[in-house]
């Protein structure tokens, strides 16, 4: 209001200026001594303008603000929240042997089972690396079928500090009913990284501790990039009840691609029937690029280390093999279609290549005789089956057999 008042008050000044000037103009001049009136007024030119406002300095009365345009007074409605920050660091899940999956999974309220750790994880679907903490103790008879993973962030299994004992993962549910099962099975055949990484756990009394499962039908069908570090594998097969099934691998990889087997345990890998069929780690179906270095092998009724259907450019490399398998560290193995009517697979399966067997100690077999270095099953060819150009099955060096067997 206080600009209005301003322009009124400028425009009276105008119109009183205006007013002075005309009534002025209207009157008699003076008489300024007695020469007579010649009848000549005085020019109106002598009037002095230099104190007339100049009417172009009025306000031009369309700068005068709209009052449709003068802000509203009424309060602002409330401002719109702000986004929730993006949450940083890992997405972390607790698990404790005295948990419930009822609980949150916090540090405070931790789960029982990987089953629901798994549920959450599917249901949320973090963006983001994942940690499920495992306090230490024994959770026993648990089994998990895994298909929640990420392509670029880890999910990760361990101990919550290093000073921590492995958690234990025990088949058996009392030491009288152990029914076997795979403890940790992953299903996933998006030809992506799974990222899965298993560091410092404990297994025992399954059938299988941990299955890596592509499709073995379609070589681009894969999983691949996970890691197994730290880990003790102890009496897997059938070795804790006679009456459960046997087994094919401790870890087993179908269509699995770049994982890391490294500085693990493998002790009493044991079919009590059937006992060269079980292998402490069987790549098989086009499994490549798999690295598994310094393990130790102790145990082991099948030989410790499988490779099968062409499965190709993967380094086994510092590992040390005691009272393990019948042949050999390393074996190759396919079935063939040329030779056999058993073959479970649909379309040929072929030899492996470009495989390393390096710098591995060899002490002894399952009955502590001289353990072989590496050995073939079948041919280099067969029918629908091509090497790749230049290469070989197999390199090896630096491997060393124990004068002695079954000494370390």
């Known amino acids: 209001m206080s600009f209005l ?17 005309c009534s002025c103009g209207e009157q008699d001049p003076p008489v300024l001594n007695s020469t007579p009136d010649m009848g000549v007024p005085d020019s109106p030119a002598d009037t002095d303008l230099e104190d007339v406002p100049d009417l172009e300095d009025a306000p031009d009365l369309e700068d005068v603000p709209d009052f449709e345009d003068i802000p509203d007074l009424e309060p602002d409605a409330d401002p719109e929240p702000e986004p929730e920050p993006e949450p940083t660091g890992p997405y972390v899940l607790w698990l404790a042997p005295d948990g419930s999956d009822s609980n949150a999974g916090s540090e405070d309220a931790p789960l029982l089972t990987l089953n629901r750790a798994h549920e959450i994880l599917s249901n949320d679907q973090p963006d983001r690396d994942v940690i499920i903490m495992i306090k230490p103790g024994t959770y026993r008879g648990q089994k998990v079928v895994w298909t929640y993973t990420h392509p670029v962030h880890t999910i990760q299994f361990t101990r919550p500090t290093p000073d921590d004992e492995r958690p234990i993962f025990d088949g058996c549910l009392s030491a009288s009913d152990c029914p076997g099962g795979t403890w940790f099975q ?25 299955s890596l499962n592509g499709d073995r039908n379609a070589e681009a069908n894969s999983n691949g990039s996970n890691r197994i570090f730290g880990c003790y594998f102890e009496r897997i097969g059938n070795v804790f009840n006679a009456s459960a099934p046997t087994s094919t691998a401790a870890v087993r990889l179908v269509n699995s691609d770049d994982n890391l087997i490294r500085n693990n345990h493998f002790v009493d890998v044991v079919n009590l029937s059937s006992g060269g069929l079980i292998h ?24 410790p280390v499988r490779l099968r259907d062409f499965s190709n450019d993967n380094t086994i490399t510092g590992n040390r093999f005691t009272k393990v398998g019948v042949y050999a560290g390393y074996t190759d193995w396919y079935c063939d279609h040329d030779a056999r009517t058993d073959c479970t697979k649909t379309t040929p399966e072929c030899p492996s290549w470009q495989n390393q067997f390096r710098d591995n100690t060899l002490d002894g077999n399952w ?9 073939y099953f079948q041919d280099d060819s067969t029918t629908g089956c091509s090497a790749p150009a230049g290469a070989v099955r197999l390199r ?13």
């Not at 008042?5 to 000037?21: D, E, G, Q």
């Not at 410092?200 to 501790?209: C, D, F, G, K, M």
């Not at 009955?367 to 050995?375: E, K, N, Q, R």
């Open 5 to 21: 008042n301003n322009v009124h008050l400028k425009m009276v000044t105008i119109f009183v200026v205006l007013f002075v000037l």
């Open 186 to 210: 992953l299903r996933h055949s998006a030809g992506e990284e799974t990222n899965l990484d298993f560091n410092y756990i404990r297994v025992r009394n399954y059938t299988t501790a941990i």
């Open 280 to 303: 402490a780690i069987y790549a098989a179906h086009m499994s490549d690029r798999n690295k598994i270095e310094n393990n130790r092998f102790e145990g082991s009724t099948g030989d």
């Open 367 to 375: 009955t502590c005789s001289p353990l072989g270095t590496f050995h």
């Open 396 to 408: 090896t060096s630096g491997n060393t057999q124990t004068s002695t067997p079954c000494t370390l």
